[in-house]
Structures are given as structure tokens and as C-alpha cells.
């Protein structure tokens, strides 16, 4: 342990007995001398150690330099989590942490009985570690009772903040004594936050120990381009590659995780599923299932990318593109913790490539981008992991010696070496064969889409919003395609959906001949395929090219005038006038008696 820092004798008992050599840049940070007592903003990275972190610095706090906790009926340190999941991270690595101590730690979150809490927190604990909602709700109750509280700990705030708990965390506040210490980790510390930290902290420390390392240097990063029916194979082909103790794929949605987990059961993987709809008792038995090894994968959303820590995870799947920078970094922190080694893959859609290097750009991360394992690739890994295996270093020893004397002498070595492979490759699943992604042109950026007008990077964000509402596309679909300029735009109300089918029926050629579309107000620039063009430029006979753009005249409005060939099919025309109704002198509509029905009476 690391002499300079001060830490409370059961507590470094506790860690030593953890193995923990050295302390992490935000442990060494919040131990600081200087800064026992005082309210602490940190900032921290995802598999920094901050739980521990926070963990010794409510020592000072808690203990007062005493050895042991004294016996208490309220609770004196209260954790704040964003979910179930870390919330029990942060009570289990409390409840080792402070043993040495004989503290007393218990959680409340939202799925479990209430009434069980309840008890618990009645016989009397140090600390309390829970979700937002079901805290407020305790106070409420008068079951947790924080008149005698010494400490806050708000652990991912950011989260917590972006998840809509800020009236939560601001009623748990306002009901914990004045003079408490309150400590804030938060990965980033944005306006929401520093409002936050500014209305409740007491002239709070500012600590920043993300630029004390980089982003995840224990993490290896693929990015992985596949065409968009192929997520899911690439997915398999990946497990069965890296065969990793455990792994976790990511999933967007809900929906999502349910059909990915039974794609991967149905290919003989141990999986199980974590997201919201899930009950607690469900979601706790899916993390023990991948802690006892009775499953190998684990198929979450969102839920999952704060606070599971799960032995021997080296392998995160993001099966869906993350929302942004913070999201990339929270799922892939569940691998390459501790200082131990983790692969991070994102399955990346070709059309997806542009918003995943802007995501990893922004996110400080370097990846490989590559294509995802092939059959080849699988079978020549699964060879070298058998040929390395540590069962071939032991020599046989007593029953197994008979046995294996005896096999010798009835079959050849060979025949027992081909045994072995096909009884170990038994249970394996077969790769998948996925298609080359190259045939699928990527999506081009804003920066690329072509304004044929200025000949230069057509960037009217609301141009495009409304064109993408007229069903437009934008870019460039062609390596050597021709602008067509079409004098109707939106004022016209120009919509793909009839100005494509009047350029096949006029130009006498397919939908596939055509490209990008660009709608502006008063005009549409149509890309096609040179035999298109030509063809369109032969039937307009009113055609001329202008700055290496066809022009087709046509008459205002969203139809074509009388001067173009081309037409426009299936317009409402008005319905012809009747004749006028006869009026009166002042100009009102006369009554005209009505024809008697042919069952009345008048007939």
C-alpha cells in the first residue's frame, strides 16, 4: 500500500486482505490530506475504483479515527445510485470494505419488499445504499431516518440526473442535516450538475482525475462493419472467436435483448437477458448466473453499463450503435477493470460508419476497424486454444493411467487425437458466413453531400430536415453520375413521390437509375445514371445543360407545363360547376320543394 496516504487501520486491513498493491489516481485523490472533511465534486472514470474511493473517504466522516463503528439506530452515511444494479455493486464492495469495522450495510431499491427493508433498516445500519425513488419513499414512510446522517455520496450524478431523478435527489437532500458532507462523482460534470453541486455542497473541492489516464487503456477496440442483416451473425461469429469467460452484448432496446437472447440460446450459448422489465429477483438471478458460470452471456440494455462488475468479463458487444460518447465509455468500463485486459466490439452497419467514427472521435477512442471473424479465422482460434490447452502439460496419473495405457493399445495415436477434437468440438456452435459489407455503399456525411447550385458541401441543416420530410435523399449515390436540375422545388410542392415515377415513364428507365435527390425551394437536383440522363435529355426536347446540369423546363406548380414531354400522372382535376342555383331579390338561395316520397301520403 501506497505509504503516503493515511488510511484507517481496518480499512487497510480490508484491502490487503483484497490484495490491493497500489491505490488508483481517484483513490489517491480524495485521501488527500487537505481534504478530509470537505465536500468533494470528482470526476471519474468508469472502472476507476471510485466506489472504493468514495468508500475510504467517508472514513473520515464515519469513524472518527476509531477502529470500530459505534452501534447506531439511524443510518450514518447514505449512497445514492442511478440503478438496482450498481446500487448492490456499491453494497457489496461497502460490506467487504468496512468488515474490518463492523459496519452494517443495507440497500433499498426498487423491486425488492419493501417491508424487508423496512425490518432492516429498523435493527440499525451505518449505511444505506439505494436508488432514488425508493429512498424518497422510505423518508416518506419514516422508515429511514437521516437527522443523524454525516455523509452523502451521489455516485454517477450525471446518470442519475439524465435519468430525471433531479426532484428525487433534491427532496433526499433537503431532508439530510445541514452540516452533512456531501461528495458528487459524476463521469462528466455538466450545467445540470454544477447547479446541483453549487445549491447543496458547502465550497466543494473540484477533482479531476480523467486526464490523469487515458480512456481505457486496458480495453482493446474493434470496430466492425457488417451489412445491416448481418448484425446478429456477426455477433455469434464473435463469441465463438473470442470464447471469452463471459461477455455481454448491449441492445438498445427491449425488444432487442428478448430477441437476440433466444437467437444465441437457439445456437446452444448459456445466456441470459437483463433490461427494465424485468423483475429485481429476475435481474439478480441473471448476474448470479454469469458470476457462478451457469451462463457465458449476457444480453442487456442500458441498465447494465453502470456497476456490474462481473468476474472474468473480457469480451462487450455493442450489438446497437451507443447514443453518444458517455454511453460508449459506461458499457465498454464493464471489461479491462482492475488492470485486467478486455476487448470492446461495435458492430457498425456500413451506413452507420461516419456517426461511429464522429462517436469515437468525440469519445477519445482509437479502433481497429476490420471486418468481423470469418469461419476461417474461428476454426484456426479454437484450434490454437485446444493445442494450448493445460490438460496436455499434466501426465496421467493412477485410474488415468490404466486408461489411457489401454486406449493406446487398442487404437492409434492419430485416431485418439482426431477422438479429442471431435469430442471437444461437439458442443461447439458453427460460425456463421457473412456477406462482404463492400457491396453496401456507407452513408456519406453532411460535409460530403453535393449542392449542385454552388459546386461545393451543401450544408442547410433545415434543407435537409425538410427534405427528408418530402421523402428526399441527399449525397451522392453514383461514382459518375449526372445532376439533373428540375425547375419545381418546395415552393412548387416537388415530392419524390411522383417526381420519380414521371422521370421512369418520360426517360424510359428504372427506379435503380436513379440517385440522390435534393429538394430545394425552387428547385430539385436529381442524380442519375448516365443512360438515364441521356435518355431524359433525348425526351425533353426543351432540354439544355447548364453548368454541367441537365435543365428541364417545366411549368410552376408541382406539374409539368405544356413545353416538357414528361407528365404528371393521377392529378386531381376539379369537378366541373352545375348550374347556378336560382336566388332571391336580396341574393339568398330560393327553396326548390322537395319531390314527395313515393311512400307518403301526397303520392
Known amino acids: 500500500m501506497t505509504p503516503q496516504f493515511e488510511i484507517a487501520a481496518p480499512l487497510a486491513t480490508a484491502l490487503a486482505d483484497k490484495g490491493y498493491d497500489t491505490l488508483?489516481?481517484?483513490?489517491?485523490?480524495?485521501?488527500?490530506?487537505?481534504?478530509?472533511?470537505?465536500?468533494?465534486?470528482?470526476?471519474?472514470?468508469?472502472?476507476?475504483?471510485?466506489?472504493v474511493a468514495f468508500g475510504l473517504a467517508l472514513a473520515?466522516?464515519?469513524?472518527?479515527?476509531?477502529?470500530?463503528?459505534?452501534?447506531?439506530?439511524?443510518?450514518?452515511?447514505?449512497?445514492?445510485?442511478?440503478?438496482?444494479?450498481l446500487a448492490l455493486q456499491v453494497t457489496k464492495e461497502l460490506r467487504w470494505l468496512y468488515a474490518p469495522a463492523g459496519g452494517q450495510v443495507t440497500s433499498c431499491i426498487g423491486g425488492i419488499d419493501i417491508r424487508d427493508e423496512r425490518r432492516a433498516l429498523a435493527k440499525g445500519v451505518h449505511f444505506v445504499v439505494g436508488t432514488p425513488g425508493r429512498l424518497v419513499d422510505h423518508i416518506r414512510r419514516g422508515s429511514l431516518d437521516l437527522n443523524q446522517l454525516r455523509a452523502v455520496v451521489l455516485d454517477e450524478a450525471d446518470e442519475m440526473m439524465d435519468m430525471g431523478f433531479r426532484e428525487e435527489l433534491e427532496y433526499i437532500l433537503d431532508a439530510a442535516p445541514a452540516e452533512r458532507r456531501t461528495l458528487m462523482f459524476s463521469a462528466t460534470v455538466s450545467k445540470p450538475i454544477a447547479r446541483?453541486?453549487?445549491?447543496?455542497?458547502?465550497?466543494?473541492?473540484?477533482?479531476?482525475?480523467?486526464?490523469?489516464?487515458?480512456?481505457?487503456?486496458?480495453?482493446?477496440?474493434?470496430?466492425?462493419?457488417?451489412?445491416?442483416?448481418?448484425?446478429?451473425?456477426?455477433?455469434?461469429?464473435?463469441l465463438l472467436f473470442h470464447d471469452a469467460p463471459n461477455a455481454i452484448v448491449f441492445c438498445s432496446r427491449r425488444d432487442a435483448v428478448n430477441k437476440l437472447t433466444a437467437r444465441l440460446t437457439n445456437r446452444g450459448f448459456p445466456v441470459v437477458a437483463l433490461s427494465g422489465e424485468f423483475s429485481q429477483k429476475e435481474r439478480s438471478n441473471s448476474v448470479l448466473a454469469m458470476r457462478d458460470g451457469r451462463a457465458r452471456v449476457c444480453v442487456a440494455t442500458d441498465v447494465a453499463a453502470r456497476g456490474l462488475d462481473l468476474p472474468g468479463l473480457d469480451l462487450v458487444i455493442h450489438a446497437d450503435l451507443p447514443r453518444n460518447k458517455e454511453g460508449l465509455l459506461h458499457r465498454s468500463g464493464r471489461t479491462g477493470r482492475a488492470g485486467r485486459k478486455g476487448v470492446c466490439a461495435l458492430i457498425v452497419p456500413v451506413r452507420a460508419?461516419?456517426?461511429?467514427?464522429?462517436?469515437?472521435?468525440?469519445?477519445?477512442?482509437?479502433?481497429?476497424?476490420?471486418?468481423?471473424?470469418?469461419a476461417a479465422e474461428i476454426d484456426a482460434a479454437l484450434n490454437e486454444k485446444l493445442l494450448a490447452n493445460e490438460v496436455f502439460q499434466t501426465r496421467a496419473?493412477?485410474?488415468?493411467?490404466?486408461?489411457?495405457?489401454?486406449?493406446?493399445?487398442?487404437?492409434?495415436?492419430?485416431?485418439?487425437?482426431a477422438a479429442i477434437v471431435r469430442l471437444t468440438r461437439a458442443t461447439d456452435s458453427a460460425p456463421e458466413v457473412l456477406q462482404d459489407p463492400g457491396s453496401e455503399k456507407p452513408a456519406r456525411s453532411r460535409s460530403d453531400k453535393y449542392d449542385p447550385d454552388r459546386n461545393a458541401p451543401y450544408g442547410d441543416d433545415r434543407a435537409q430536415r425538410e427534405q427528408r420530410e418530402h421523402g428526399g435523399r441527399s449525397g451522392s449515390d453514383f461514382s459518375d453520375g449526372q445532376w439533373v436540375r428540375l425547375g419545381v422545388g418546395r415552393k412548387n410542392k416537388a415530392d419524390p413521390k411522383w417526381l420519380i415515377p414521371m422521370l421512369c415513364k418520360s426517360g424510359g428507365f428504372s427506379r435503380n437509375s436513379i440517385g440522390a435527390i435534393r429538394i430545394s425551394p425552387d428547385a430539385t437536383h436529381i442524380e442519375l445514371k448516365p443512360d438515364a440522363a441521356l435518355k431524359l435529355l433525348q425526351a425533353a426536347g426543351d432540354a439544355q445543360i447548364i453548368d454541367k446540369s441537365i435543365w428541364v423546363g417545366l411549368a410552376e406548380g408541382p406539374g409539368p407545363g405544356p413545353s416538357s414531354p414528361m407528365k404528371r400522372e393521377n392529378v386531381k382535376s376539379k369537378k366541373p360547376r352545375g348550374p347556378k342555383k336560382p336566388r332571391g331579390p336580396n341574393g339568398e338561395k330560393k327553396r326548390t320543394k322537395k319531390a314527395p316520397h313515393r311512400g307518403s301520403a301526397a303520392s
Open 397 to 417: 496419473e493412477g485410474s488415468e493411467r490404466a486408461l489411457a495405457e489401454a486406449l493406446l493399445e487398442k487404437y492409434p495415436a492419430e485416431q485418439l487425437a
Open 60 to 85: 473520515a466522516s464515519v469513524l472518527n479515527d476509531a477502529s470500530h463503528l459505534p452501534e447506531t439506530d439511524v443510518p450514518l452515511a447514505l449512497v445514492v445510485a442511478p440503478t438496482r444494479e
Open 353 to 374: 460508419r461516419r456517426r461511429t467514427e464522429r462517436l469515437l472521435q468525440d469519445a477519445n477512442v482509437d479502433a481497429n476497424w476490420r471486418l468481423p471473424p470469418s
Open 24 to 51: 488508483t489516481p481517484v483513490q489517491e485523490a480524495v485521501l488527500e490530506p487537505s481534504l478530509s472533511g470537505r465536500d468533494l465534486l470528482v470526476s471519474a472514470q468508469t472502472g476507476s475504483g471510485k466506489t
Open 196 to 238: 446541483l453541486a453549487e445549491a447543496f455542497q458547502n465550497d466543494a473541492v473540484r477533482l479531476n482525475t480523467t486526464s490523469a489516464q487515458s480512456t481505457h487503456n486496458d480495453i482493446t477496440y474493434h470496430a466492425m462493419t457488417v451489412t445491416p442483416t448481418d448484425v446478429e451473425k456477426a455477433i455469434i461469429n464473435l
